[in-house]
């Protein structure tokens, strides 16, 4: 037996709803959508708004419920995975995230923003090396977007590719040399390749920069200690925990050296 449908009666709810919307009404809009809904089960533009409000309303699970049924009536519709992907991303069901923007990248493959946000996701699941993949791809398709190497940097750095961490982190600073933050993870690269002075150097212009970035002051330490510094590399430490820098703090409990 087919479903009882009611397409017209499920417009007229659907239209109230939206005035309902507009004027901030949303628990009067959320009873029309789901009326609407419950009047035409194939009514896929109420299920997309039935979805958008309960995920503006923060009932996440309730949202994807609706994105779900929207998508089970189109399959093509790359909105609906986009809006579910984000419900998914909210609730930190990230592996649910990351497999929505598979099925919206499969239908539109050049698009640089669905890359970003699925790389985002795969770094959030440390899945480093298919983040690194999709930036790469963000890179090819919009060489302007720069911000870009600074993520897929911190993404090489945490597989420890850290000569393709410094080369993106450099391709930032050599055209916005403001962010004290991008000096900092390039002297973490630095240090993880021994380069210490180099590292120094780096550390040095974030302070210039922001001199109450503790991480820089603590990231400086770790490696004047290891250019055998240790005056210089506990006053740092100091500094660092002074501007709560939580692993400058454990550091110096452990060596339980008064902060």
């Known amino acids: 037996m087919a479903p009882f449908r009611n397409p017209e009666f499920a417009q007229a709810y659907h239209r ?3 005035a309902c919307r507009d004027i901030g009404n949303n628990e009067l809009a959320l009873k029309n959508y789901v009326r609407a809904t419950e009047l035409d089960c194939e ?9 958008d409000l309960l995920r503006d309303l923060g009932e996440f699970q ?4 609706n994105y779900t049924r929207a998508i089970k009536l189109d399959p093509t519709r790359t909105e609906s995975y986009i809006s579910r992907a984000h419900v998914y991303g909210a609730m930190g069901e990230h592996e649910l995230e990351v497999a929505d923007y598979d099925s919206t990248i499969t239908l539109m493959p050049h698009n640089p923003i669905l890359h970003g946000r699925r790389g985002a996701a795969l770094i959030l699941l440390k899945r480093y090396d298919e ?3 999709d930036y790469s791809t963000l890179l090819a398709l919009k060489p302007t977007f720069l911000w870009v190497r600074v993520i897929r940097g911190d993404a090489y750095a945490a597989v420890g590719m850290n000569e393709e961490a410094i080369e993106d982190y450099t391709a930032f600073i050599d055209l916005h ?3 004290a933050e991008t000096y900092v993870s390039r002297g973490r690269a630095w240090h993880n390749l021994g380069e210490y002075q180099k590292a120094i150097d780096d550390h040095n212009q974030a302070i210039e920069l922001s001199p109450d970035l503790g991480e820089a002051y603590y990231c400086r330490g770790l490696s004047r200690e ?6 210089p590399a506990v006053a740092d430490y100091r500094m660092a925990a002074q501007l709560g ?6 550091l110096l409990k452990k060596r339980k050296i008064l902060q």
Request: charged residues 40%.
């Open 16 to 18: 109230k709803g939206e």
């Open 43 to 51: 009514f896929l533009e109420a299920f997309l708004d039935l979805g």
């Open 62 to 65: 309730r949202a994807a419920d």
């Open 131 to 133: 983040a690194i993949d």
């Open 177 to 179: 040399p403001e962010y």
């Open 226 to 231: 290891e250019l055998g510094m240790p005056m």
């Open 245 to 250: 820098d939580k692993n400058a703090k454990k």
